[in-house]
């Protein structure tokens, strides 16, 4: 379906001009829908699915000069660089709104650049005091509607065809700053303790991140449990992906570092309880023994003796679960989110003398 739409029929770009995806891509996707509820809004760059409406490049830069104010809305030091060049040399009419993420000092051209924005979003308040302006605390959100628990996790499970009862996820791509080895390491301590469980990892793998995969997976050979622990490659489908969370019975977040961090929020809004680090915005979201548990980073023994604990009572799983999406459905909805970004928004174009 072709959903690409002309410049004069938007007021806001979310322009995605990094070439590698990530959760800045996955976080953009997820609310532009709800946005486009109450704003003409398109995505403009890579890795922006067909059914989201999207404007191109070529055409935005030939007809979006004689366009009325827009916003620019960037989440990357490319689309803050590409904005003020669009509105300071080729005299686009543009509101220049970047959020960001990232819990630490930023480089002295990210600074520069935040400095000429018009309007700063942050998704947590640690990332919020990195930006030395000030800025609106915007959770990210999540679509309820899409992640919700299953009528039957154990039969969603047995769906799969995989060894085991229960299923222990990560989502998220094979790589060191992602947690993936201190999960293995952690699963070769704690599956001989847990014969019904199941670990699965379930994200892609680059091609630069090979030679690490295959070294976890002969870390795991000499365990002997690369039956119980299944590396799931790329899901071609995104629309897989909720169905992988209702099928956990808990889902481990075991980032090094992170900006925010969707998986965690994700998993709650399905009904699983979350083992995290202590990194992105996680620690704001897990109750310790509500709906989770928090670790330290890199910490192979904390993580397993939290997935340990996790894993003791299947029974207790069902509550905490339960905790974990009351939360998310009362705090951190997709519309909530939208509902915030639409309101700096609307503040940019009042200073204009114009209405979203």
Known sequence: MDRHVEP???????????????????????VLPELGKYVPIAAMGFHVPSDIPQIRIRHFLLKGRRGPWGIWHARRN????????LRRIFRFRLFLVFTSAAQRRH??????????????????????????????????????????PPQDRQAEWARRGLPGRYGIGVFGRIRPQKGSEDFVEAMIRVLPQRPDWTAVLIGQTTEEFRPFEQRLRRRLQEAGLADRVLFTGFLKDPKDVPGWYRAMSVVVCPSRVEGFGLPCLEAMASGCPVVATRTGAWPELIREGQDGYLVPCQDVSALAEAILKVTADPARLVQMGLRAREKVAEHYRIEDEAAWILEVYRRLFADRGRTV
């Open 8 to 30: 004069s029929d938007c007021r806001v770009i979310a322009p995605c001009l990094g070439k590698r995806f990530s959760g800045i891509n996955a976080s953009m996707i997820a």
């Open 107 to 148: 480089s002295w051209i990210t600074r520069w650049y935040v400095h000429r924005m018009d309007a700063l979003i942050a998704t947590t308040a640690i990332a919020a005091s990195f930006l030395d302006r000030p800025a609106v605390v915007v959770s990210h959100g999540v679509d309820t509607q899409v992640f919700h």
């Open 78 to 85: 490319i689309d803050m660089l590409v904005g003020l060049i």
